[in-house]
Nanobody, 120 residues
Framework: QVQLVESGGGLVQPGGSLRLSCAAS????????MGWYRQAPGKPRELVAT???????RYADSMKARFTISRDNAKNTVHLQMNSLKPEDTAVYYC??????????????WGQGTQVTVSS
C-alpha cells in the first residue's frame, strides 16, 4: 500500500515562509512526477509545482518567483519551500505522485493534505 504523508503546514504571517515536505512509502518501483497542488475554499484544486524524476520542474505562474520545489529520489521525498507568503496562498496543500507499482502500473496518489493559513 503506497502512502503519501505531508508535513510542515501551519499558520504564518504575510511575508513569512513555510517548508512543506512529503514522503512516499510502501512498495514503490519508481516515482515519475511528484509535486504539489492546493485547494482554497470554494475554488478548484490547482497546480502549485511539480518535479520530474530527472529534475525538471514546472510552476504555476503566480508562484514561480516565491516557491521552490525540490526532490530527493533516494528518499522518495519532495519539498516545497514557500517564501513571501500572501493571504491568497491560504489553502490545503496536497502532495501528488505518479508511482510505478509492482504491477508496472503507473498510478496517481494523493496525500491527505496539509493546511497552510497566511494571516496576521
Amino acid at each position: 500500500q503506497v502512502q503519501l504523508v505531508e508535513s510542515g503546514g501551519g499558520l504564518v504571517q504575510p511575508g513569512g515562509s513555510l517548508r512543506l515536505s512529503c514522503a512516499a512509502s510502501g512498495i514503490i518501483l519508481s516515482i515519475r512526477a511528484m509535486g504539489w497542488y492546493r485547494q482554497a475554499p470554494g475554488k478548484p484544486r490547482e497546480l502549485v509545482a511539480t518535479s520530474t524524476r530527472g529534475g525538471g520542474t514546472r510552476y504555476a505562474d503566480s508562484m514561480k518567483a516565491r516557491f521552490t520545489i525540490s526532490r530527493d529520489n533516494a528518499k522518495n521525498t519532495v519539498h516545497l519551500q514557500m517564501n513571501s507568503l500572501k493571504p491568497e496562498d491560504t489553502a490545503v496543500y496536497y502532495c501528488n505522485a505518479d508511482i510505478l507499482d509492482t504491477n508496472y502500473a503507473l498510478v496517481t496518489y494523493w496525500g491527505q493534505g496539509t493546511q497552510v493559513t497566511v494571516s496576521s
